[in-house]
């Protein structure tokens, strides 16, 4: 072979590696692109939510966990209707997405939540209208026979009061950064607990633990938390106790998803129906509170910044 051929032989030779790594990245392209098709595919199988009812809450996907985030930090994260019927719409889309297998619910901004937001509750209330109108949700208070079939992670930081400490009993797993005030102050303003913490908070806490805090309004810290058996892990920055969280329930994820839910399922054998009576009579048992005399008392009290007068009617 000739010089002249040798390099025109090279030249060939040198088109088809180049043709052959075009055609490889093109494979790499397509495959990554297919990968990216499904990873987003997969994002979508969480069924879209009314854009009107997750301003207030928001949903992030991370493979096979979800990210559910109350975000209402102008407020405290406190609790509207229109924010707990959200929550119960994305509870009910994750039970019901088979791709999904663990949920993490926190708090954006510097709290977890200070609870319900009374006035726009007392609002709501004096519409009539259910709190409920569509069945595709789930009771974020675990309140109704429907209830979460799969896991529930609670992560917790700043204030924590009352219908959010409550949030937290209703759940399986909590995780608490250490700056968390927990509180369930209900009766010094002429309310009383409730979203559950007078059946949940004396089951897991025990009568003597739960009544300290729930009769006096006292709150109480990540440790003593920890200490009555309400959370399980404490870590030392929010966004630790996030971290935590997610890890927590990337393990639960990895683990059989029958074997998970047939596990909540016996548990909750053993528990609901000791509870069930009293938590179908919370909601009229609030409603009727709503209508007395200390209850305005304690509302006006804590607008004018001034300690109540109660007269028990």
Not at 98 to 103: C, F, K, N, V
Not at 158 to 177: K, Q, V
Not at 183 to 210: I, L
Request: hydrophobic share 40%; glycine share 8%; with cysteine.
């Amino acid at each position: 072979m000739g010089i002249a051929g040798w390099f025109e032989r090279r030249s060939l030779l040198k088109a088809a590696a180049a043709l052959g790594g075009i055609m490889t990245l093109a494979a790499r392209s397509e495959s990554a692109a297919a990968e990216v098709a499904e990873e987003h595919a997969a994002e979508t199988k969480m069924a879209d939510i009314p854009p009107s009812q997750t301003a207030k809450i928001t949903v992030e996907r991370r493979r096979q966990i979800v990210l559910i985030g109350i975000n209402r930090p102008y407020i405290y994260n406190r609790i509207d209707p229109e924010t707990y019927v959200g929550l119960a719409k994305a509870l009910y889309q994750y039970d019901h997405d088979p791709s999904l297998r663990a949920a993490v619910l926190f708090g954006h901004g510097d709290n977890f939540s200070r609870g319900i937001d009374v006035d726009a509750y007392q609002a709501f209330l004096a519409t009539g209208r259910p709190l409920f109108a569509d069945k595709d949700i789930i009771d974020p208070l675990a309140k109704s026979s429907i209830k979460l079939t799969k896991p529930l992670i609670v992560v917790t930081h700043g204030d924590t009061w009352n219908m959010a400490h409550e949030l937290c009993l209703a759940s399986d797993i909590r995780i608490a950064a250490a700056d968390t005030r927990f509180g369930q102050d209900e009766n010094t303003h002429g309310r009383f607990p409730g979203g559950g913490a007078t059946v949940r908070f004396v089951n897991q806490a025990g009568w003597g633990n739960a009544m300290r805090y729930m009769l006096t309004g006292d709150h109480w810290s990540a440790e003593e938390a920890r200490r009555i058996g309400i959370v399980q892990e404490i870590a030392a920055t929010r966004e630790k106790a996030l971290e935590l969280g997610i890890e927590i329930a990337s393990k639960i994820a990895a683990c059989g998803p029958l074997g998970i839910k047939t596990t909540l399922a016996s548990a909750h054998l053993a528990i609901d129906p000791s509870q069930a009576e009293a938590l179908t009579k919370l909601n009229a048992q609030y409603q009727t509170l709503y209508r007395t005399e200390d209850f305005k008392e304690g509302r006006r009290a804590e607008a004018e910044d001034r300690p109540p007068v109660y007269v028990g009617r």
